[in-house]
């Protein structure tokens, strides 16, 4: 988050933190939601088709094995996950 929206969101009242502070998560488990967010986000930016589509949504009940189902359907390289990993890694909150 840019230092300008944090301190607009702190005048107005808002807390600013982690995941892990907001859900009571531990760093392991923040690291899970991340991750599982960060493979939503790409399934959906690469969806193509109704039965990747009904994987994408992200939500609790859909699995982290079916979200990199539908991109390994979708021929995504072992290269390319190891990108959205290192990208969930630096989508950390202040």
Known sequence: MKASQKKRLKEAGWEVGSIERFLGLT???GAFVRLKAALA???RRRRASKHVASKDSGEESVSID???DGLFEMEMSLSELAEVV???GNRRAA
């Open 86 to 88: 290192r990208g969930a």
């Open 41 to 43: 986000r790409e399934l």
């Open 66 to 68: 079916r979200l990199l």
């Open 27 to 29: 760093k392991a488990e």
